[in-house]
């Protein structure tokens, strides 16, 4: 039986090329301050914790993948009546996710230490903050429009 190649991070290898997207700005905002009806009072302040790093990401996804980021997306924003169970579950179930979509990266913790690479690592990924997590999520779903693009 063939063994599957490894990729010099030490992942399995993919038989496509995955996409590798610049993490300049991902920002951790800090002391930000919304008001009644989610008015930002307060901007705070943006702290770009990932200048000159990357993540990579496969180039693809599926429809399935694309509705349950609708229905994610629905549930965090409150246009959806769902409860907190399962807007739990759903947060669980896109880091799953994206744990199979993200590849390899970069990445360094807040105080400049590196991350354990994300593939298939659901805890990695549960140890980020929520607006690195929104990052990795918005940016895979450029990556994977601009693939598509490429390919139709």
């Known amino acids: 039986m063939p063994t599957k190649s490894r990729s010099p991070n030490g992942v399995v290898k993919p038989k496509i090329p995955l996409r590798r997207v610049p993490s300049d700005s991902c920002a951790v905002v800090i002391g930000q301050v919304l ?20 993540v990579e990401y496969m180039p693809i996804g599926s429809i399935g993948n694309l509705l349950n980021l609708m229905k994610s997306l629905a549930a965090a924003t409150g246009t959806s009546p769902e409860g907190p169970d399962v807007m739990t579950r759903r947060f669980n179930e896109r880091c799953a996710w994206l744990s199979e979509q993200l590849v390899a990266w970069n990445w360094t913790d807040l ?3 590196p991350l354990p690479q994300p593939y298939r690592q659901v805890d990695v990924l549960m140890g980020l903050t929520n607006a690195e997590l929104v990052w990795l999520i918005t940016h895979h779903q450029l990556a994977e429009t601009q693939g598509e693009r490429k390919n139709g």
Do not use: I, K, R
């Open 35 to 54: 008001g009644e009806g989610g008015a930002t009072v307060d901007p705070g302040t943006p702290y770009y914790v990932h200048q000159g790093e990357w």
């Open 111 to 113: 105080f400049g230490n």
